[in-house]
């Protein structure tokens, strides 16, 4: 089991209801682009989450189990 913290499990509530953005997430939970940034890494590295390229951005979601 891992242990995740406040901010990650607020990440993921928040790509569960939808499909998000950097961008999407800093600004819905109020967090900078840069500790979004880190947080969604931790959590693609974490195996929670993944994302496609679209354009310059990049799309997160949770990751079918």
Do not use: H, P, V, W
């Amino acid at each position: 089991d891992t242990i995740l913290s406040q901010l990650e499990k607020k990440i993921l509530d928040q790509l569960k209801k939808e499909s998000s953005t950097i961008e999407d997430i800093s600004k819905k939970l109020e967090i900078n682009r840069i500790t979004a940034s880190k947080y969604l890494a931790i959590l693609e590295a974490k195996n929670f989450i993944a994302y496609r390229q679209i354009g310059k951005a990049k799309l997160y979601s949770i990751k079918e189990r």
